[in-house]
Nanobody, 125 residues
């Protein structure tokens, strides 16, 4: 398995920006499709964005399209989530995850076998 450590969370006003990072170690990073998920208090974990290991094909939840950008740097074993125009409803714990399943990755949490510890993002009004 690959070990994942997120960073970059914090408190930001609505309309602001944050950049999350997820550093991977333990196995060859380029083997993995990577994903970002989030969980708000009292809610289930939900898909935010994913990036495939091949050609970096990306996918996004409808709620973040046009505002968030996922990217990866295989040389640095890191995946990023650039978050712009943040809204109060973006508040939650953001998790980085990795999977080897499929050709282009997945948006289902159950398909991801490795998870980071999470980083808190709080957007104030």
């Amino acid at each position: 398995q690959v070990q994942l450590v997120e960073s970059g969370g914090g408190l930001v006003q609505a309309g602001g920006s944050l950049r999350l990072s997820c550093a991977a170690s333990g196995r060859t990073f380029s083997r993995y499709h990577m994903g970002w998920f989030r969980q708000a208090p009292g809610k289930e974990r939900e898909f935010v964005a994913a990036i495939a290991r091949i050609r970096g094909t990306t996918s996004y939840a409808d709620s973040v399209k046009g505002r968030f950008t996922i990217s990866r740097d295989n040389a640095k074993n890191t995946v990023y989530l650039e978050m712009n125009s943040l809204k109060v409803e973006d508040t939650g714990v953001y998790y980085c995850a990795a999977t080897e399943k499929g050709l282009y990755g997945s948006s289902r949490p159950a398909d991801f076998g490795s998870w980071g510890q999470g980083t808190q993002v709080t957007v104030s009004s």
